[in-house]
């Protein structure tokens, strides 16, 4: 079987049952559980996460039916001020070309005006927030220990999104100053942008670039205060 998730599940859904067509994506498999009587047998299954869906055409045909365009990566960083909002930004103009959006938020972000405002765009515009609010909490020990393991849960399900393929753009809010504050390494970082799908685009923000990030990026953008 195959999966489909966002704009491949619309397209999909628009053609008549028994229409050839070409997919690309990914063999998953996951473990599930399936009741026999008093029994139950846990079995594995096996199907394809799609990233790319076109109509089936003679070989030499144009693509002209290929549905997805290449996604890219950009990269919003500096000191200055902004660099959220111009993601979301971003993602807002994504929602009018009909792409659906993800935006994980890694550090201490709490407007609760603006994600109030976001959640109104569910569920075409989901946005994840997996750190606690802690204003005015002095950093101990124990509380970085807190961050580094909310960290790595954003981290992990940034990494399911990657494999599931389930939105068209993807926002890393901060993920550079985990970077930065040695919550994640750029090794890891660098791994999780290059399993990306190829027609998904991804947005990273943070106040510092490191160079193996960097070369990994198609736009990069200083934001600096003047």
Not at 114 to 142: Q, W
Not at 199 to 215: F, K, N, R, V
Request: aromatic share 8%.
């Amino acid at each position: 079987p195959c999966i489909t998730w966002g704009r491949n599940a619309r397209y999909i859904s628009s053609l008549e049952v028994g229409t050839a067509v070409k997919v690309w994506g990914r063999i998953q498999s996951r473990v599930y559980q399936k009741k026999n009587g008093d029994q139950v047998e846990e079995r594995i299954a096996y199907e394809v996460s799609v990233s790319k869906i076109s109509l089936h055409t003679e070989e030499n045909a144009p693509q002209e039916n290929a549905t997805e365009k290449t996604g890219q990566i950009a990269i919003y960083y500096g000191a200055g001020k902004g660099k959220t909002s111009v993601s979301l930004g971003k993602g807002v103009r994504a929602l009018g070309e009909n792409l659906r959006v993800v935006m994980i938020q890694f550090m201490d972000y709490h407007n609760n005006q603006e994600i109030a405002l976001l959640e109104k765009l569910e569920p075409d515009f989901r946005i994840f927030h997996f750190e606690k609010d802690r204003e005015g909490t002095e950093m101990t020990e124990e509380i970085r220990k807190e961050i580094a393991s909310e960290i790595r849960n954003a981290f992990n399900f940034t990494k399911k999104i990657l494999d599931t393929g389930e939105c068209d753009m993807l926002m890393l809010d901060g993920i550079l100053e985990c970077v930065e504050e040695n919550y994640l390494s750029e090794e890891e970082v660098v791994e999780m942008m290059e399993k990306r799908p190829n027609t998904m685009d991804m947005i990273l923000t943070g106040a510092s670039l490191p160079e193996s990030i960097a070369q990994k990026a198609d736009h990069i953008y200083q934001i600096v205060t003047e």
